[in-house]
């Protein structure tokens, strides 16, 4: 009976979905790697680079990490993306690709931070 509880708990536990899914249940592991990832993010990163995502021409979004013309035109004609995770969705991008962008956005932010001079960092 023991064995038969456990195995139920266990059941239980492993069929959860990941918490910061949002809708996104289908995600594989290295996308939900990339949730956590855009999770981490502060609010103005995620929303300057969606901003960029779904606002910039083709050569500002060839800016990039990882973003070539084509890439840049298969992210212009998903518009409007509601959410980074989206960008795994897209054909062509891969977890590497979709991890650099979103590291040059926090490094960015950490940088805007640190030139600030009423940010705490900059102290």
């Known amino acids: 009976m023991k064995i038969l509880s456990a195995l139920v708990i266990f059941a239980l536990f492993v069929s959860k979905p990941h918490p910061s899914l949002h ?15 855009v999770n981490e993010l502060s609010q103005e990163s995620r929303r300057d680079l969606m901003r960029t995502l779904n606002e910039a021409d083709d050569e500002e979004l060839s800016e990039l990490p990882g973003i070539e013309s084509a890439k840049a035109t298969i992210i212009i004609q998903a518009r ?34 640190q030139r600030d001079p009423r940010s705490p960092i900059a102290e």
Do not use: C, W
């Not at 996104?24 to 990832?37: A, F, S």
């Open 23 to 37: 809708g996104y249940e289908g995600l594989d592991t290295k996308q939900t790697n990339i949730v956590d990832l």
């Open 80 to 113: 409007p993306l509601k959410h980074l995770n989206e960008l795994m969705l897209l054909p062509g991008f891969g977890e590497k690709t979709v991890r650099r962008i979103i590291l040059q956005a926090d490094l960015s932010a950490r940088g805007r931070e």
